[in-house]
Each structure stands twice: as structure tokens, then as C-alpha cells.
Nanobody, 115 residues
Framework: QERLVDSGGGLVEAGGSLNLSCVGP????????MGWFRQAPGKQREWVAT???????DYADIARGRFTISRDNAKNTAYLQMNSLKPEDTGVYYC?????????WGQGTQVTVAS
């Protein structure tokens, strides 16, 4: 079954850093953009960042200046380096790859930032 696998979450103190990873089969990832979303408890899922197959990046205001999205096409992997984390960054982070067959989502990885 084709799927994305998110990892790298954990518990960190405010001001700390985490690096999330999203890996999947080439059949899903190659030639497609990859994005990160997050969902805080009791809130809707929100977009965090996107990187195109060519490496162009875009960030939501919540991420700009603190988070960096990247990808390694040879490894079919996207990353989200998160620095200067705040308690409000707490939530489940999901990778998403939009394809002509529909959106593929990772299972999510929990990020908890303690104050």
C-alpha cells in the first residue's frame, strides 16, 4: 500500500528545535510538491509550508523565519526543521503530497512544546 510516513516529533522545551521527516514511495513523491500541515488540539488543520519538486518554498506566517522546509529527492523524503519552538506550535504535524490521484497524507507525528 502506498503511504507516507511522518516521524521526528517529540517533547521539547520552548526555544528548542525538532526536525521532522516524511518519506514515501517515489510513485507518490516524484514530480510532486510536498507540504506540512499541523493540527492543534481542538483546532482545524492548518498549512505550515510547501516545497515544490523543483525546490521552491513557501511558508505560512506561523512558520516563516523559524521553520525550514527541504527535500531530498534521491531519498523521497521531505523535512521540516523547526527552530525557536513555542508552546503554540504544539500539535500533530502531517505531511501531504497532492497528486493527480488525490492527496496523500502521512499518519502524523506529535510535537509538544513545553513552556
Amino acid at each position: 500500500q502506498e503511504r507516507l510516513v511522518d516521524s521526528g516529533g517529540g517533547l521539547v522545551e520552548a526555544g528548542g528545535s525538532l526536525n521532522l521527516s516524511c518519506v514515501g514511495p517515489a510513485s507518490i513523491i516524484e514530480r510532486n510538491a510536498m507540504g506540512w500541515f499541523r493540527q492543534a488540539p481542538g483546532k482545524q488543520r492548518e498549512w505550515v509550508a510547501t516545497i515544490t519538486s523543483g525546490g521552491s518554498k513557501d511558508y505560512a506566517d506561523i512558520a516563516r523565519g523559524r521553520f525550514t522546509i527541504s527535500r531530498d529527492n534521491a531519498k523521497n523524503t521531505a523535512y521540516l526543521q523547526m527552530n525557536s519552538l513555542k508552546p503554540e506550535d504544539t500539535g500533530v504535524y502531517y505531511c501531504r503530497v497532492p497528486t493527480i490521484r488525490g492527496n496523500y497524507w502521512g499518519q502524523g507525528t506529535q510535537v509538544t512544546v513545553a513552556s
